[in-house]
């Protein structure tokens, strides 16, 4: 129903924000990811998603499309309700959420607040072709390169590092330079931990 608003950011929360349209007050729950990239309080454009229930209607906002439409798939995984697929794009960005589901790691997605092996998988299942065909991915070479990660991720846990704060140095490494080889990304992550 909604494409997106485009207004004054009246309020920013980690879990929403209320945004003025021409004296009108709009509550959109966001993601912690959607957050981050939200301004202090100027005019902002937030793409929506307006969920109706039963008993509640709720307006999502996204600062990114293709956090939308990441959202949008993930709702449509049954057992994936709006507070999980939220949860999800707060806890990894839309970007760790797509490679997780394309190269079938289940790790990644199963370390999500709320949701188990089984629906990790379920996730997976449901998504992978359509997440390949959407995005024109070829699995190949993000297995490939989804190897070299792990690698290096598994050498850095082993040097007393926490996955959690390898992964973030990592994914940061990898975003300036896919073509790394584990030597080098290990290298440049410590230079960053």
Not at 73 to 89: E, P, Q, Y
Not at 115 to 125: E, H, L, N, S
Not at 167 to 177: G, I, M, N, P
Request: hydrophobic share 40%; net charge neutral.
């Amino acid at each position: 129903m909604y494409a997106y608003l485009k207004g004054k950011l009246v309020e920013k929360n980690p879990t929403y924000a209320i945004i003025d349209c021409n004296g009108v007050g709009y509550f959109l729950n966001i993601s912690l990811h959607t957050y981050g990239l939200l301004p202090s309080d100027e005019n902002v454009m937030l793409y929506t998603h307006l969920q109706v229930k039963e008993d509640s209607h709720a307006l999502f906002g996204f600062a990114q499309k293709a956090e939308r439409e990441i959202f949008l798939l993930l709702l449509s995984v049954n057992g994936i309700g709006a507070s999980t697929a939220r949860t999800m794009l707060s806890s990894l960005d839309p970007t760790q959420v797509r490679d997780a589901i394309a190269s079938g790691d289940v790790a990644t997605i199963q370390g999500v607040k709320g949701i188990g092996a089984k629906t990790a998988q379920r996730v997976i299942i449901d998504l992978k072709d359509k997440i390949l065909k959407v995005y024109d991915m070829d699995e190949v070479s993000l297995k490939s390169n989804n190897t070299n990660k792990e690698e290096a991720l598994s050498a850095l846990e082993v040097l007393g590092y926490t996955r959690r704060q390898s992964e973030k140095v990592v994914e940061k490494v990898l975003s300036a330079d896919a073509s790394l080889s584990v030597e080098d990304i290990i290298k440049k992550a410590l230079k960053n931990l």
